[in-house]
């Protein structure tokens, strides 16, 4: 699950504050002995976009923070998504690339 969303930015500049993505357990609890690699990807899209940055991050205590995410192209309703091995996928809310 996202903790911290992705906010509107500015093409190629890294979004702040840091993206921050959870596992979590069937009941929604966060896996703090979770240490595994979580990978985030950009949902597909029509606006060409691409993802940059640092995509794959070791959770810590569950949580994966992802400091440098950027994405190259202006466009509205872009979504990131976060995937790992065994753990159910996540996508973030709608955010704006702004030129």
Partial sequence: ???????????????????????????GMVMTSYTG??????????LGGVLGGTTSVAAVNGI?????LRVDR???????QASAPS?????SALFIVTP
């Avoid at 699950?1 to 009941?27: K, Y």
């Avoid at 690699?37 to 029509?46: D, K």
């Avoid at 753990?87 to 996508?91: D, Q």
């Fill in 1 to 27: 699950m996202f903790i911290v969303q992705p906010s509107s930015v500015r093409a190629g500049a890294a979004i702040s504050p840091a993206v921050q993505v959870a596992a979590t357990d069937n009941a």
């Fill in 37 to 46: 690699t979580i990978t985030m990807s950009l949902a597909p899209n029509l």
């Fill in 64 to 68: 994966a923070v992802f400091t440098n």
């Fill in 74 to 80: 202006a466009g509205v309703d872009y979504q990131l």
């Fill in 87 to 91: 753990l159910s996928g996540a996508t």
